[in-house]
């Protein structure tokens, strides 16, 4: 087959809907792709030269074919997947990126950059990788090559698309949601972000079988099967509840900031049903959901001091 000379695609942010940090157990997690993308442009060359190039970072690395790319900068999640994929790369290329995810808020650009580098070298060189396959892969490069302390849930849900129930352990399995609307506003409470230290901490109390943590982690992913029920009966106001229920759980684990806090009030005092941060916690986004009130609840998001979005569920054609 005739490799490809230059091809674009599309890889979207995603949200946690439920479970936010069960995954570090192998539990399940419901995730939800949106429609904020980044953008990949490859170009294929005629020699062994290979450059990667973000316009966000307006970080450049430049080295040969088959050569270790450096890891010390912002495109290492590509310097690490490309090692993993470089005897089967037959000739050099110019690959670039551009955002508009937002970087370090929670809505995954990690994840969306080394799905993206898979999928688009897989449709250049004809690797034929399976959703499942780059997700494993994804993760295997942050997790394991980078260190990262993540679990599966950003790469899985963001490599399938569309709502999914995702079974986070050794042996992943992704179940689709036949879900196409659901009534979300994210708030970015624009402060600096603290998941690391969060998440060093919260891992180290499970380590040590901290009970107050352990009970809180079986809180949010009973709230995670009772979440994907309602959701399937698009039960808005019953999903709201457990929202609260697992936001109540994030409180004891001490991983709320007093302006995420102010922004879930905001959103339930304008209409939503029920309102929760995402992702480890320290800062970054909440999300709420207001059937008949998005509108109404983006506009007092800002006015508590964050910014709004209303998102789409992004699924992929193919």
């Not at 304008?270 to 609840?297: D, L, N």
Request: with cysteine.
């Amino acid at each position: 087959m005739e490799d490809i000379k230059s091809l674009e695609i599309e890889i979207p942010g995603r949200i946690c809907l439920m479970g936010d940090k069960v995954d570090l157990l192998g539990k399940p997690v419901i995730a939800m792709a949106i429609n904020l993308m980044m953008r990949f442009i490859y170009i294929a060359r005629s020699d062994d030269t290979i450059e990667f190039y973000s316009h966000d970072t307006k970080e450049r690395i430049k080295f040969n074919l088959g050569d270790s790319p450096p890891r010390d900068n912002d495109l290492c999640y590509w310097s690490v997947l490309y090692e993993r994929l470089k005897d089967k790369i037959t000739h050099g290329f110019v690959l670039e990126v551009k955002s508009d995810i937002p970087i370090g808020v929670g809505l995954s650009t990690s994840a969306a950059i080394s799905v993206g580098f898979l999928r688009t070298m897989s449709e250049a060189f004809s690797f034929n990788l399976s959703k499942n396959e780059i997700a494993e892969l994804a993760y295997l490069g942050e997790n394991h090559d980078l260190g990262i302390q993540c679990g599966r849930m950003d790469q899985y849900s963001i490599a399938h698309g569309g709502i999914t129930f995702i079974h986070t352990n050794e042996n992943p399995r992704v179940e689709q949601l036949d879900i196409s609307y659901l009534p979300i506003v994210v708030g970015d409470s624009i402060e600096e972000r603290k998941a690391v230290l969060v998440l060093n901490r919260v891992k180290k109390q499970i380590r040590e079988r901290d009970s107050i943590t352990l009970n809180a982690f079986k809180e949010i992913e009973d709230c995670v099967k009772q979440g994907k029920q309602a959701l399937l009966e698009s039960d808005f106001k019953k999903f709201g509840m457990y929202m609260d229920i697992q936001q109540e759980q994030e409180i004891i684990l001490e991983t709320a900031t007093e302006k995420i806090l102010k922004l879930c009030k905001a959103a339930k005092n304008a209409g939503a049903f029920g309102a929760k941060q995402m992702g480890a916690g320290g800062g970054g986004c909440m999300f709420a959901i207001a059937p008949g009130k998005q509108e109404e609840v983006a506009r007092a998001i800002e006015k508590a001091g964050g910014r709004a979005w209303i998102f789409e569920i992004f699924k992929y054609e193919n």
